[in-house]
C-alpha cells in the first residue's frame, strides 16, 4: 500500500536555494523514494517574488514528478505551514562580499520570530524544522523559542553544509573516497569559528588523524578552509552558495527523518547540556539518528586544542543570543 504524503514547508521557494531544493524533494530525494509529498511554498507577498514562485511551480509541474502529491503557493506563513510535518526555512537575505552571517542577524532574526510563531500555531506536533537562513544557529534559535507548543528538538540549524566541506577536504587530502570517511563532525556555530574535528575521524578503520599527522595544516588550512568556504565562493561566484546548501539540507532531514545506521553526522541542534554547552544552545554536535530522533554522540574527549576552539564558538553563540534577547525574551 503506498504511503500517506508528507507535507513540506519550505520558505524563500522563489530564491536560490529554493530552486536547487524543490525539484530534489519533489523526486524523493529527501524523504524517500517511496513517499509521496506536498509541497507548501513559501514567498513574501512582493508581487515579483510571487510571480517568481509561480514560475518555479510550473516548472515543477512540468517535470510530472510522480510522487509529487500537491503544491500550493503562499504569502502568509500561517497557511503556509498548516499540519506541516517538515518545515525548511530558508527564506531570508543572504551575505554580499565583506559580510560575516551574524551582520544578517538584524535583517532576519524578525522572519524567525514571525515564523516560529506560526509553526507553533498551525505546524504537525512532529514537525521537524530545519533552519538553514542565515545566522542558522541564532534563526533556529529564535524560531524554537517563538514555539513554546513544539518539543525544542524538533528545531535544528544547518551545519550540514560544514560537515560536507569537510568530508571533500580530507578526501582530498588523504586520498581516500568521500564515503570512506567516518566519524566527522563540525562542532558550534555555523560561522568562521566553528570547529570541524577529525580527531575520531576514521578510513577503513584507520584513525585519519594518524594518516595526516600534520597539527599545522589542521590548525593553518584545513580549519580555515572549511570555516570561511562560505566566503570563498560568495567571493567566486558574486552569490552565496545554493547548490551545495541545497543538497546539505536535503542530507540532513534524510538522515533525520530516515536514519544514519550508526554512523555519525552533524547537527545545529539544542544542547542538552552535553560536553559543557549550556542547556538551549543551537550548537553543532556529532550525532547518530535513528526512528526520526537524533542522539548526541557521547564520551568523546575534549583536548585542550579543541575546548579552546569549542570555547570560541560558544562564546560567539552566546553573544548572537544576547543580541536577539529582545525578540524571545
Ligand atoms: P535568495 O535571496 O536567493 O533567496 C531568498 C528568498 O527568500 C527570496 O526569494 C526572498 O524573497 C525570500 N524571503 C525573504 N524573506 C522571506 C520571508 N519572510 N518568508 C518567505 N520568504 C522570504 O537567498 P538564498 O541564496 O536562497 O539564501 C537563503 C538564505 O540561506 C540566506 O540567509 C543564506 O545566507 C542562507 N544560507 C545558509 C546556508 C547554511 O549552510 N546554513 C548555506 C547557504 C545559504
Ligand atoms: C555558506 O556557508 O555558504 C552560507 O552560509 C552562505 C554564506 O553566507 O556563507
Known amino acids: 500500500m503506498s504511503k500517506s504524503p508528507m507535507r513540506v514547508a519550505v520558505t524563500g521557494a522563489a530564491g536560490q536555494i529554493g530552486y536547487s531544493l524543490l525539484f530534489r524533494i519533489a523526486n524523493g530525494d529527501m524523504l524517500g523514494k517511496d513517499q509521496p509529498v506536498i509541497l507548501q511554498l513559501l514567498e513574501i507577498p512582493d508581487e515579483k517574488a510571487q510571480k517568481a514562485l509561480k514560475g518555479v511551480m510550473m516548472e515543477i509541474d512540468d517535470c510530472a514528478f510522480p510522487l509529487l502529491a500537491g503544491m500550493t503557493a503562499h504569502s ?39 515564523q516560529g510563531k506560526a509553526l507553533d500555531a498551525v505546524a504537525s506536533r512532529n514537525v521537524k524544522v530545519l533552519v538553514v537562513g542565515n545566522p542558522a544557529n541564532t534563526n533556529a534559535y529564535i ?13 535544528t540549524a544547518m551545519l550540514r553544509l560544514d560537515h560536507n566541506r569537510a568530508l571533500s577536504q580530507i578526501a ?8 570512506s570517511i567516518e566519524k566527522l563532525c563540525v ?27 600534520d597539527h ?43 536514519g544514519t545506521n ?19 544552545t543551537m550548537f553543532g ?36 543570543r544576547d543580541g536577539v534577547k529582545h525578540l524571545v525574551g
Do not use: C
Not at 524560531?143 to 524538533?154: G, I, R, Y
Not at 569559528?193 to 595526516?212: E, N
Not at 583536548?303 to 553563540?317: A, G, H, M, P, Y
Open 76 to 114: 502568509d506563513p500561517m497557511t503556509a505551514f498548516k499540519d506541516v510535518d517538515v518545515a525548511l526555512l530558508v527564506g531570508a537575505r543572504p551575505r554580499g562580499p565583506g559580510m560575516e552571517r551574524k551582520d544578517l542577524l538584524e535583517a532576519n532574526a524578525q522572519i524567525f520570530t514571525v
Open 143 to 155: 524560531a524554537m523559542k517563538s514555539a513554546p507548543s513544539l518539543p525544542a528538538k524538533n528545531f
Open 172 to 179: 582530498a587530502k588523504t586520498g581516500k573516497p568521500v564515503a
Open 187 to 213: 562542532w558550534g556555530n555555523h560561522s568562521p569559528t566553528m570547529y570541524a574535528d577529525y580527531r575520531f575521524a576514521t578510513i577503513d578503520g584507520q584513525s585519519v588523524k594518524d594518516m595526516i599527522n
Open 216 to 258: 599545522e595544516w589542521n590548525r593553518d588550512t584545513f580549519l580555515p578552509t572549511v570555516g570561511k568556504r562560505g566566503a570563498a565562493i560568495i567571493e567566486a561566484r558574486g552569490l552565496s552558495s545554493a547548490a551545495s546548501a541545497a543538497n546539505a539540507a536535503i542530507d540532513h532531514v534524510r538522515d533525520w527523518v530516515l
Open 262 to 280: 550508526g554512523k555519525w553526522t552533524t547537527m545545529g541542534i539544542p544542547s542538552d547540556g552535553s560536553y559543557g554547552i549550556p542547556e538551549g
Open 285 to 320: 554536535f556529532p550525532v547518530t539518528t535513528e526512528n526520526g530522533e537524533y542522539t548526541i554522540v557521547q564520551g568523546l574527549e575534549i583536548d585542550e586544542f579543541s575546548r579552546e576552539r569549542i570555547n570560541v564558538t560558544l562564546k560567539e553563540l552566546q553573544e548572537e
